[in-house]
T-cell receptor, first 114, second 111 residues
Framework: GAVVSQHPSWVICKSGTSVKIECRSLDFQATTMFWYRQFPKQSLMLMATSNEGSKATYEQGVEKDKFLINHASLTLSTLTVTSAHPEDSSFYIC??????????FGSGTRLTVV | QKEVEQDPGPLSVPEGAIVSLNCTYSNSAFQYFMWYRQYSRKGPELLMYTYSSGNKEDGRFTAQVDKSSKYISLFIRDSQPSDSATYLCAMSKNRDDKIIFGKGTRLHILP
């Protein structure tokens, strides 16, 4: 089946630094990938839609300058949390859709900003 | 009114029982319906993917969609302790459109 690989699975960083999260579709091409954020015991909140070769589309309330998205190829999208602060600590998950079937999610990245 | 409503639970049932999970939605434009299972600190895992109204069965799982009532269900037969997880319903308007999630229902299967 379709597999989406996300890396790293967890990261701890100091306040003010930037962190990059990678999302790869391993056995299919994805022109569109989605980035979600999930707080404990909450549902997934869509942050942005990543489009290969063009700018990402951000949901209302999401700062595009803080959460930089790059979709440089049909199999790779990256999310960079810039100048991270403790309130950015969360579980970040990407997803992509193969040609047939539903969306496949990565295993998530737990970010802790200290 | 939220687009997708889902009771967060928790829902506790004894092992072997039939589990019924459901969601309601308000937007009649939704056509694609999904159920995901999420274990703690893991990404969601797709269980069922259906289009429009009807039933779909896969092993112990059955998904039902009633578009006239804007109501979807997931049934789990012969429930196992390993089924204990959070179950999220999700839906989208078009095949490649962004998906909207319910809040998720926490399910506990008691041995």
């Amino acid at each position: 089946g379709a597999v989406v690989s996300q890396h790293p699975s967890w990261v701890i960083c100091k306040s003010g630094t930037s962190v990059k999260i990678e999302c790869r579709s391993l056995d299919f091409q994805a022109t569109t990938m989605f980035w979600y954020r999930q707080f404990p015991k909450q549902s997934l909140m869509l942050m942005a839609t990543s489009n290969e070769g063009s700018k990402a589309t951000y949901e209302q309330g999401v700062e595009k300058d803080k959460f930089l998205i790059n979709h440089a190829s049909l199999t790779l999208s990256t999310l960079t949390v810039t100048s991270a602060h403790p309130e950015d600590s969360s579980f970040y998950i990407c997803s992509a859709k193969p040609r047939a079937g539903g969306y496949t999610f990565g295993s998530g990245t737990r970010l802790t900003v200290v | 009114q939220k687009e997708v409503e889902q009771d967060p639970g928790p829902l506790s049932v004894p092992e072997g029982a039939i589990v019924s999970l459901n969601c309601t939605y308000s937007n009649s434009a939704f056509q694609y319906f999904m159920w995901y299972r999420q274990y703690s600190r893991k990404g969601p895992e797709l269980l069922m993917y259906t289009y429009s109204s009807g039933n779909k069965e896969d092993g112990r799982f059955t998904a039902q969609v009633d578009k006239s009532s804007k109501y979807i269900s997931l049934f789990i037969r012969d429930s196992q302790p390993s089924d204990s997880a959070t179950y999220l319903c999700a839906m989208s308007k078009n095949r490649d459109d962004k998906i909207i999630f319910g809040k998720g229902t926490r399910l506990h299967i008691l041995p």
